[in-house]
Nanobody, 115 residues
């Protein structure tokens, strides 16, 4: 079993920045893919960014150039640096870890972009 705990969400003004964290604990494998998803009210959950254990990163077109996914393998913590935020980024953000063909989810953290 893997436990994921997100933190770092909050209220930010348009143009501002936030950094989300996702701390993984439990039975950690060295081969994995970590993903950040988000879900806005009334919309489907969408993939925002991913990073593999080999370091390959991918981003959705909507966040490319503004968001950066990174990791600290020593602490098993993953990050999503979000810059130039706009109201369309308002959503609950979830981290997801896939290892051993099993996916694990965090509880989500709310990000609200509003003036």
């Amino acid at each position: 079993q893997v436990q994921l705990v997100e933190s770092g969400g909050g209220l930010v003004q348009p143009g501002g920045s936030l950094r989300l964290s996702c701390a993984a604990s439990g039975s950690i494998f060295s081969i994995y893919v970590m993903k950040w998803f988000r879900q806005a009210p009334g919309k489907q959950r969408e993939l925002v960014a991913s990073i593999s254990s080999s370091g390959i990163t991918r981003y959705s077109d909507s966040v490319k150039g503004r968001f950066t996914i990174s990791r600290d393998d020593i602490s098993n913590t993953f990050y999503l640096q979000m810059n130039s935020l706009n109201p369309e980024d308002t959503a609950v953000y979830y981290c997801n870890r896939i290892q051993g063909m099993i996916g694990y989810w965090g509880q989500g953290t709310q990000v609200t972009v509003s003036s």
